[in-house]
């Protein structure tokens, strides 16, 4: 069972504000902070049961001023790519102990820090490699898998479309579409899967003002706050969280 109570409003109410930072257009990366953070207090079906439902209300709240900016050609690829990777993620979550989904946010946790301190130290460049559509199908087939486990599509999403050179308007809206349709699809296999509960539709009542919040504050951010300070924190608590779930998977 679900407690809503001060522990829960405690942690829930950050990780819907640095999701809903994300949606706003500031500091990327955030959005996936949300799942490895509830997953600390709640089991992994209902930490991504819990924010789906508020990722959606945010991408309506963010595709109005990205509507028909993005790069049509790259995310048609993404998105055809991304169905399989839902399918099979959907296809094995019934078998699949809670435990070793916990490894998986974890790991992914960890993994993306990783990767963001390797671009941070300019050991890759996603944009000095053009990738082709065929490689976008195959970025959007892993962010339709890691996006069903742990709304964690952002990385293989971000590899394909820094490397097709977009300026950040584009980049943006194109990020907006894809996971607009990507979120919109996995929602069918949660409801079937029966991830979605009466406990998390109505914690996703609670907490969508603090969704729209978290959206506005993302994009008064642009002005106010310094990315670099922002991401910093966001990797601080994503390697935190990420070895406490790997640890209570092993253990």
Request: overall charge positive; aromatic content about 12%.
């Amino acid at each position: 069972m679900m407690e809503l109570d001060l522990t829960f409003f405690a942690v829930a109410i950050p990780a819907v504000i640095f999701s809903g930072f994300s949606k706003g257009g500031f500091a990327g990366g955030a959005a996936f902070a949300s799942t490895p953070l509830l997953a600390l207090i709640l089991e992994p079906g209902q930490a991504i049961g819990l924010m789906l439902p508020l990722l959606m209300m945010m991408d309506v709240a963010a595709l109005k001023p990205y509507w028909k900016k993005w790069d049509a050609p790259a995310a048609t690829a993404m998105i055809i790519g991304s169905i399989p990777g839902v399918a099979l993620a959907s296809a094995i979550y019934s078998y699949t102990d809670p435990d070793v989904f916990r490894l998986l946010i974890g790991a992914m946790s960890v993994l993306f820090v990783g990767w963001q301190m390797v671009r941070q130290l300019g050991l890759y460049r996603p944009e000095a490699h053009r990738l082709s559509l065929g490689a976008g199908r195959i970025a959007g087939f892993v962010a339709g898998f890691t996006s069903f486990i742990s709304h964690a599509g952002g990385p293989p999403s971000a590899i394909f479309l820094l490397s097709r050179g977009l300026d950040k308007l584009t980049y943006q809206s194109t990020t907006v579409i894809i996971f607009w349709v990507v979120n919109a699809v996995k929602a069918v296999p949660y409801a079937f899967l029966g991830i979605f509960t009466a406990q998390t539709l109505l914690a996703d009542l609670l907490l969508a003002p603090v969704a729209f919040l978290g959206v506005w504050l993302g994009v008064q951010a642009h002005k106010a706050v310094s990315e670099k300070f922002f991401f910093g924190l966001t990797y601080v608590m994503l390697l935190a969280t990420g070895t406490k779930l790997i640890w209570d998977a092993l253990s």
